[in-house]
């Protein structure tokens, strides 16, 4: 499992985990996406998704009972799966549902990706957040948004705890 999040006050946790899925989908991986009901699938697109490889499950529901059976659906079909954890609206399951769901990515050889952080009571193997954000493109009041520029530290367990800091841009600045 992979947890991507972004400090309080600054965006790009959705953008740094459809990057994650964008190489596995283009590999030929399938890549589901459950809870982020606004995804805009033209920003998926444009960090490299392949789009026919993509399902979008926006709301799984508002009782805590259909989160579980959907993520879980999801995992036993999917290479990745991305859903929205509690932190941004979503993931409507209890601890002991994210505990047996982590136990089914495991025996499944699935991904996992928490946005927005970790499913309730677990801790990733990775944490990766977003800490600063900026736009680029824009000139003197004129232009148009070519690129997002984000920092990324990385932690978690195991190999994963000693942190790194990364610079990425999320898409690429320019066209194509």
């Not at 769901?101 to 499944?108: G, K, T, Y």
């Amino acid at each position: 499992t992979v947890a991507v999040g972004a400090v309080p006050g600054v965006t790009g946790a959705t953008s740094l985990a459809l990057a994650l899925a964008a190489g596995a989908s283009q590999a030929g991986s399938w890549v589901a996406v459950v809870g982020c009901g606004s995804l805009g699938l033209v920003a998926a697109a444009e960090l490299g998704v392949a789009l026919e490889r993509l399902v979008l499950v926006a709301d799984p529901g508002r009782d805590r009972s259909g989160w579980a059976p959907v993520v879980a659906a999801m995992v036993d079909g999917f290479d990745v799966v991305l859903v929205a954890t509690a932190r941004r609206g979503g993931v409507g399951m209890g601890t002991g549902d994210a505990r047996r769901l982590v136990a089914r990515v495991r025996e499944r050889g699935a991904v996992l990706v928490g946005v927005g952080g970790d499913l309730p009571g677990q801790r990733s193997a990775l944490c990766l957040t977003v800490t600063s954000a900026s736009w680029q493109g824009l000139g003197q009041g004129a232009g148009h948004l070519q690129g997002r520029r984000v920092t990324v530290e990385a932690g978690g367990r195991g190999d994963a705890a000693r942190g790194r800091r990364a610079e990425l841009w999320l898409p690429r600045p320019g066209p194509g």
